[in-house]
């Protein structure tokens, strides 16, 4: 196994970090490490926005949830979908590219492209020995996201990425079992074997509670997601997303 897979495979989400700043080569590394990731047509429909300031950061962290590691990392990157330089490129060459750039196609085609950039960049910084945390709570008030950050229209900030030196380093949760995730030429459908797996995950997960907490928690997976799906949250986004003169059509 070589050193590319180790890193991948000793994922986890990490959240309290030193107080000690990354470098700006290390900073430069990552995002061009994100840059390297594949992009849909070369189109590149996303940017990176690292957040430095020390006041806009507890801003942030106090916006999305108060979550602390928000505030307190290394650095901390926001990925945007990014079709604001398509609009000027329609300008710059006189081509309506307008209802290209306001479809769900394209709106999908910034997502992915974001999410591939993101990957890079986690990886990356996991293997200099830093540790990771997404932050999808960026999306619970994109406005005042967007206030912070000064975004233009046609740029949505999806998540971000808190980056630092670890002080803390906790277990690995159980992944889905790999029959579940992969299927091989075609879905399987065996209700059977389907909901089995899903029960025999539930008991990897309880244990790994019970194990993480004393005793304290014994959710199981799928008790764990009904409960946040029955949940509305962030409702608001098909709306936002529209009067930002993204995915309308």
Known sequence: MNEVIKTILNHRSLRQFEDKSLTDEQIRTIVTSAQAASTSSFIQAYSIIGVKDKEKKKKLAEVVGNQPYVEHNGHFFVFCADLYRHSHIGEQEQKDVLPSIESTEKFMVALIDAAL?????????????????????????????????????????????????????????????????????????????????????????????????????????????????????????????????????
């Open 117 to 249: 950039a993101a990957q890079n960049a986690a990886i990356a910084a996991e293997s200099m020995g830093l540790g990771i945390c997404y932050i999808g709570g960026i999306r619970n008030n994109l406005e005042e996201v967007q206030k912070l950050l000064k975004t233009p229209e046609r740029v949505i900030p999806l998540f971000g990425l808190a980056v630092g030196y670890p002080t803390k380093i906790t277990g690995q949760k159980p992944r889905l079992p790999f029959e579940h995730i992969y299927h091989e030429d075609e879905y399987q459908q065996d209700q059977e074997v389907y909901l089995q797996q899903l029960q025999n995950y539930d008991q990897i997960i309880s244990s790994y509670y019970m194990e993480r907490t004393g005793g304290k928690r014994a959710d199981r997976w799928t008790e764990q997601m009904a409960n946040m799906l029955e949940r509305k949250s962030r409702m608001y986004m098909k709306e936002f997303i529209q009067k930002n003169k993204l995915d309308l059509r």
